[in-house]
């Protein structure tokens, strides 16, 4: 393996299969968290949301990596690309990428139990998330938690009446898992988590009367072709290798996220979004 793909030893690799995730501090350098922090707080990505929103609720501001060159950097950055690449393969599309957070008046901010599969199904699994902290995780500012070894259980059921709703219905997954099982997640600004599409997860309110910021990158292997939900800007942008336009399936059932209502104000409805085929506006190699 070249040092490019080597980010992972394959203890760790075991580890990611086993758990469902990882986390490392360290991944980013002071400078560049800084570097982030600022470009994060500039009218480039600050004039893309709404400050009222920002102050009372966690706020995904998505289409991250389109507001500023850097950003579309992070998504490459060879400290993040390395440690996927053993986990997806070497061809990977950014599936989408978000500013994520949490307000900073006390008590809330929480985010429910989810898998984030269950609001994107595609046709593989090959798909995981890196959250990339710009403040240190800690649980008084409500860090994620993630069940160990639940990306196995496979797709859990996230509807209410025929409807999506982004909570898991299934509450005995974390209700009666044991303290081991229930990780918190907790990376230093810098540091970062790597979670699977099915390993289910959540977020307490934030305690801590500062914002928690991160930023999440959601990446897929090329063959894992969107079945459902909408597309953002920078959905399908190649991170590393190329499109192969190969279309890997799984055999799984899957309910799809039917919606109750457009995802943007302006947006028509369509109630399974509009993924078929399968880039975002950013994407010119088709
Ligand atoms: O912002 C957070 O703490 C939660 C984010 C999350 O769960 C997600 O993006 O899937």
């Not at 760790?12 to 995730?21: A, K, L, N, S």
């Not at 990780?183 to 230093?188: A, F, N």
């Not at 800007?233 to 799984?250: F, S, W």
């Not at 919606?259 to 028509?268: C, M």
């Amino acid at each position: 393996m070249s040092a490019w793909r080597d980010g992972l030893t394959e203890d760790e690799v075991r580890q990611y299969w086993e758990d469902g995730f990882l986390v490392y501090d360290d991944a980013l350098t002071a400078e560049e968290v800084e570097l982030y922090r600022t470009i994060c707080a500039s009218d480039a990505v600050v004039s893309n949301r709404s400050q009222s929103m920002y102050k009372q609720e966690t706020v995904h501001l998505l289409g991250l990596t389109t507001m500023h060159p850097a950003l579309l950097d992070l998504a490459r950055h060879p400290a993040i690309v390395s440690k996927i690449i053993p986990l997806l393969g070497p061809d990977i599309q950014i599936q989408h990428s978000k500013l994520a957070t949490k307000p900073p008046a006390k008590g809330l901010g929480e985010f429910p139990w989810h898998q984030d599969f269950a609001f994107y199904p595609h046709t593989n699994t090959d798909l995981l998330s890196v959250m990339i902290m710009l403040d240190d995780a800690t649980p008084e500012n409500g860090c994620m938690q993630m069940v160990k070894g639940s990306h196995r259980l496979g797709l859990l059921d996230h509807s209410m009446d025929g409807y999506f709703v982004a909570g898991c219905q299934e509450p005995q997954y974390w209700e009666h898992a044991s303290a081991e099982q229930t990780v918190q997640i907790t990376p230093k600004a810098g540091g970062i988590s790597i979670h699977h599409c099915l390993t289910l997860h959540g977020s307490p309110v934030n305690l801590s009367g500062k914002e928690r910021r991160g930023i999440v990158i959601s990446y897929r292997a090329d063959d894992a072709y969107q079945l459902a939900d909408n597309l953002f800007n920078d959905t399908g942008l190649m991170v590393c290798g190329e499109r192969k336009e190969l279309v890997r399936c799984e055999p799984a059932t899957y309910r799809l996220p039917k919606r109750h209502q457009p995802l943007s104000k302006s947006g028509t409805y369509r109630p399974f979004g509009t993924a078929w085929n399968q880039v975002g506006s950013e994407v010119t190699d088709y």
